[in-house]
């Protein structure tokens, strides 16, 4: 059974500091999904990374995959207020087309 | 474009009482899936259609669920009777019919308080 995990659960950090949010999975995937979600919104899609190596950055968050050590990344540089939100990844299992959620991290950013 | 739409927002029900969740997919996207995250945990798949059919319930926690989507379009999940651990957030999404591509847009989701 595919398992995916994330850490830290909960994140709290000052406006302008530098942070890594973690995901490992178990098993083989060839796609990987991380997602924003605000609080009674939906699932926001951030990023989609394809293969090993696969860097993706937007703004402030930037977001990498190592398909070796089953680990994804989603670094977040010089934090603003507005960044506070759940965030989500999540692992396709290849051909099943549904994802496997981790936990997510919520993070809250403090002026 | 309208996204993913699912009603209500929120549902406070009793134990043992019925209750119906509805979702309006992307216009044009086959795929609609149903997903739920109980308090606190990670969010689970249940159930996916294509079109009308039931491609992989895999995820139905048990028999008290029943999802439908006549005619392709949207989509209910029924919870009869519901239960106390049934209390949650019930997500829907929905992805273009490419075989293979799962990236999928969700709805705000339903929160559901069974008491």
């Known amino acids: 059974e595919l398992k995916v995990e994330q850490n830290p659960l909960f994140l709290s950090m000052q406006e302008g500091k530098n942070y890594t949010i973690y995901c490992n999975y178990s098993t083989t995937s060839d796609r990987l999904y991380w997602y924003r979600q605000d609080p009674g919104k939906s699932l926001e899609s951030l990023f989609v990374l394809l293969s090993n190596g696969a860097v993706k950055q937007e703004g402030r968050l930037m977001a990498s995959l190592d398909t070796k050590a089953r680990l994804s990344t989603l670094h977040i540089t010089a934090a603003v207020h507005d960044l506070s939100a759940t965030y989500f990844c999540a692992v396709d299992i290849w051909g099943a087309q549904k994802l496997v959620f981790g936990q997510g991290t919520r993070l809250t950013i403090n002026p | 474009e309208a996204g993913v739409t699912q009603f209500p927002s929120h549902s406070v029900i009793e134990k043992g009482q019925t209750v119906t969740l509805r979702c309006d997919p992307i216009s044009g996207h086959d795929n609609l899936y149903w997903y739920r995250r109980v308090m606190g945990k990670e969010i689970k798949f249940l159930l996916h259609f294509v079109k009308e059919s039931k491609q992989d319930e895999s995820g139905m926690p048990n028999n008290r669920f029943l999802a439908e989507r006549t005619g392709g379009t949207y989509s209910t999940l029924k919870v009869q009777p519901a239960e106390l651990e049934d209390s949650g957030v019930y997500f829907c999404?929905?992805?273009?019919?490419?075989?293979?591509?799962?990236?999928?847009?969700f709805g705000q989701g339903t929160r559901l308080t069974v008491v």
């Open positions: 999404a929905s992805s273009p019919p490419d075989v293979g591509d799962t990236e999928a847009f």
